[in-house]
């Protein structure tokens, strides 16, 4: 065999994620149900813009500016961009 590859017979002797049997389907729990709270977190995610009012760029910033804005949490782009509406009077 050659080294780094495995055969099926390999991987299925391992395996972890057995398949799933009868009994497995009729305990199983629908997500909403077992993380609720979980559930509700990702359903209250924002999508995409309507009408999109942001672009896309890159910019290159010093490093300390950069870590600055990141370490005052999530956020961070948009307080980054205040700062800047702010510097450039608009």
């Known amino acids: ?4 590859k495995f055969s099926q017979a390999d991987a299925d002797a391992v ?3 057995p398949e799933w049997t009868a009994e497995d389907f ?3 729990v629908p ?3 077992a993380f609720p709270d979980l559930a509700a977190k990702m ?3 924002r999508g995409k813009q309507k009408a999109p009012t942001k ?7 010093d490093r300390d500016v950069l870590e600055r804005f990141k ?9 980054m ?3 800047l509406r702010a510097a450039a009077g608009i």
Do not use: C, I
Request: overall charge positive; charged content about 25%.
């Open 1 to 4: 065999m050659t080294e780094g």
């Open 15 to 17: 395996s972890d994620n």
């Open 26 to 28: 009729a305990k199983a």
């Open 31 to 33: 997500f909403d149900k």
């Open 43 to 45: 359903r209250a995610t």
């Open 55 to 61: 672009v896309s760029t890159t910019l290159r910033l």
């Open 71 to 79: 370490a005052s949490g999530p956020g961070w782009q948009s307080r």
């Open 81 to 83: 961009n205040k700062a």
